[in-house]
């Protein structure tokens, strides 16, 4: 889906204002396109810069199991909540930050805060009574073990026609 607007030809744009506008329509073409694409966290990746932060997320998966890594620094472990639905994972929480400082004459204080939704559609199926979660250095691993059926097997191949 492109976006492209009426535009009259006296009015044309010239050096580097047209670039910086035609890359800022570019940008917003991809956006909406991979938004109405779908993909499971679209909608949680497009809007984090605006309603908060988001973890940085990476999946992985063997024959077994499918692991999902979030960078989530500051955050207590019991801030944080980890639900599988059906294909679905949902990492939230909350991020509550305080640091005081205090020397000579002066007085310094800091707060960071904030709340984080991140959904993500799993590439295989998890059986959600198989799920483990551990929580060190900054980073949230999480181990969902697939279902027998997500796992399959191999078929033998035999020889036929003689």
């Known amino acids: 889906m492109n976006l492209i ?22 940008e917003l073409d991809r956006a909406f396109e991979s938004f109405f694409r779908g993909g499971g966290d679209t909608f949680d990746r497009l809007l984090s810069p605006v309603l908060g932060w988001g973890p940085a997320v990476d999946v992985s998966e063997d024959d077994k199991q499918v692991t999902v890594r979030a960078e989530i620094p500051g955050v207590d472990p019991k801030d944080l909540d980890v639900t599988v639905s ?8 909350e991020k509550k930050e305080e640091t005081h400082e205090e020397k000579g004459g002066w007085y310094h204080a800091e707060r960071r805060f ?9 590439p295989a199926e998890v059986d959600a009574d198989e799920v483990e ?3 060190q250095n900054g980073v949230l691993t999480v181990r969902l073990n697939k279902t027998e059926r997500a796992v399959g097997r191999r078929i033998a191949i035999n020889k036929g026609g003689e």
Do not use: H, M, Q
């Open 133 to 135: 979660a551990t929580y």
């Open 86 to 93: 059906g294909d679905t994972l949902t990492l939230s929480g």
């Open 5 to 26: 607007p009426w535009r009259n030809k006296g009015t044309e744009r010239v050096g580097s204002e047209a670039c910086s506008i035609d890359r800022f329509r570019s």
């Open 114 to 122: 904030g709340s984080f939704r991140r959904t993500l559609r799993l």
